[in-house]
């Protein structure tokens, strides 16, 4: 019995633990990945379009830009500190009260002696192997997927 709990603890953890970690590593930068992509096609238009390119040069220098360039440094600060925050406040106390919940399980199989089977074992591994196919699912797939064309996303911005 106590070895399933341990297993149930330790799949609610590492749940915790890879959702957080996708999030914070992957999901939140996912949609700058996204804008560079799509500059793909500004890039061909400056090459292409000399006059184009300049306007372009122009505008980014700016003072508005620069205003915008800074607002946007202050935003992403507040936001980075805001979901840091809500990790801290919201989630760390759950995943310290499971990580508590392991030490006693962990702690209660060594001092009872018991063992952990094949079977028990077998299930950490399938746990694991989980998590890492959707890991795999997500390079694969997700991140390769085209949520919108180069020139429809263009269209969009200049119209």
Request: hydrophobic residues 55%.
């Amino acid at each position: 019995m106590t070895v399933e709990i341990l297993l149930n603890l330790f799949n609610i953890i590492t749940f915790f633990i890879a959702i957080i970690s996708f999030f914070w590593f992957v999901v939140s930068k996912q949609f700058n990945i996204i804008i560079v992509e799509k500059l793909g096609i500004f890039i061909s238009l400056c090459k292409k379009d000399e006059t184009f390119k300049e306007n372009i040069h122009n505008y980014l220098k700016s003072e508005y830009v620069k205003y915008i360039y800074y607002s946007a440094n202050i935003h992403e600060q507040n936001r980075n500190s805001y979901n840091y925050d809500l990790l801290t406040n919201e989630l760390f106390p759950y995943l310290y009260v499971l990580i508590i919940l392991i030490v006693i399980n962990i702690f209660y199989i060594i001092y009872k002696r018991i063992t952990i089977n094949k079977n028990d074992l077998l299930l950490f591994i399938l746990m694991f192997l989980g998590f890492f196919t959707e890991v795999i699912f997500y390079f694969v797939v997700i991140n390769e997927w085209k949520y919108v064309g180069d020139f429809e996303l263009l269209l969009l911005v200049l119209a």
